[in-house]
Structure formats: C-alpha cells, structure tokens
T-cell receptor
C-alpha cells in the first residue's frame, strides 16, 4: 500500500459529461502529480501541485483542470469528455523536495471509460 | 521535449533467462534523477530504484541490477534468472529541478514458465 488514495477506482460516463477524480496524498507529502495512462501512450504527465500551488504543467488539455486544496488533497476535473479520454488516471505524491532522496508514490488509479 | 525512450515495446523470455530493459533519456539539466518503476498486472506502479546523475555507480539488488552510463545517456535494467512474477510493464523515468517526472512508454516483460 503506497499510502496514496484515489477515488473512484472505476468511472463509466458518456461523451460530453464532466467528472471529478480525487486524490489524497501520503501523509506528509506536499506534492501531487497527475498522470494519464492510455494503451499506446505510456504515462503522460498532466500537472503537478506543491502545497496548493501549481508547479509544473504537462500535456493537459484545456478541458481538464486540477487543484490542490488546503488539506493537500487534489482533484482532477475532466469536462466535455470524449471517447479518447478513456484511460487510467494516476495520482502520485512526493515530498516535493526533488534534490533529496525523493520518489513518487502512486495511487491505484482511476479507470475512466467514456462511452 | 526532453524524452525518455524505451525502444523495446515488449519482451518475452523463458523463466531463468536474463533480460535487459533499455532506457535512453534526453536532458539539458546538469543534475537530474533517473527511476525505474514496475507495473504488475494489478496496475499499481511500484518504485524500484532512483539514481542521481552525479552518482554513476551501478547498483545490484538481488536479481535486479542497473547500469547507468552518462556517456550514452542510458540507464538500463537487468533481471537475472527471471521469474514469472517478474512479468509486468516496466517504466523508466527522469526527474529534474523543474520537478516534472517524465516517463518512457514502458516495456512489457513476459516471463514464460
């Protein structure tokens, strides 16, 4: 058990809908990362937050947004969903201190199916 | 973009064979960090190793070993005497002071009994 909690585990929705994925980081971790894993794309970095502030942005679509709350949990909002958004969405957390012996701890992921 | 390339999409070996998974990275950073993660069929990503750019020592952990060569920008992973439980997707990743952790596309390893 990595200590990172993601909910829900599975989500089935229709095109055009909006969903929210939730992530609670490991106790003590200040940084949260979101990744999208599609069958042929590997792990695509979406966005990173550190202590409530956006720190780095990857290939995140404009239809997607995220935030990190004061209690450090994070939510990833996906709107106007398309079939191609179907993927496994991972959250990871870390201390945010990359120069130390930091590593990412991953949640078990949310499997999103857009029908 | 500073990529991480895992050219081997899928590898199949017979149990007890040795297997090497290749990883080549690009970076403009002087200091950076390299990782390997394992994704077993259960789906969760499991940390295997972190290597700092300023430490080129190779590492061995049981049946696992890693070969870091800055000259060729490679960080290869070898499993000795592979076992069926090693079957998984393995990801190589690079992190840096810009905080983004970039992952390769993964190598699916199938170990056949």
């Amino acid at each position: 058990d990595s200590g990172v909690t993601q909910t829900p585990k599975h989500l089935i929705t229709a095109t055009g809908q909006r969903v929210t994925l939730r992530c609670s980081p490991r106790s003590g971790d200040l940084s949260v990362y979101w990744y999208q894993q599609s069958l042929d794309q590997g792990l695509q970095f979406l966005i990173q937050y550190y202590n409530g502030e956006e720190r780095a942005k990857g290939n995140i679509l404009e239809r997607f947004s995220a935030q990190q709350f004061p209690d450090l949990h994070s939510e990833l909002n996906l709107s106007s969903l398309e079939l191609g958004d179907s993927a496994l969405y991972f959250c990871a957390s870390s201390t945010g201190q990359v120069a130390t012996n930091e590593k990412l701890f991953f949640g078990s992921g949310t499997q999103l199916s857009v029908l | 973009a500073q990529k991480v390339t895992q050219a081997q999409t899928e590898i199949s070996v017979v149990e007890k064979e040795d297997v090497t998974l290749d990883c080549v990275y690009e970076t403009r950073d002087t200091t950076y960090y390299l990782f390997w993660y394992k994704q077993p069929p259960s789906g969760e990503l499991v940390f295997l190793i972190r290597r700092n750019s300023f430490d080129e020592q190779n590492e061995i952990s049981g049946r696992y070993s890693w070969n870091f060569q800055k000259s060729t920008s490679s960080f290869n992973f070898t499993i000795t005497a592979s076992q069926v439980v090693d079957s998984a997707v393995y990801f190589c990743a690079r992190g840096s002071g810009t905080y983004k952790y970039i992952f390769g596309t993964g190598t699916r390893l199938k170990v056949l009994a």
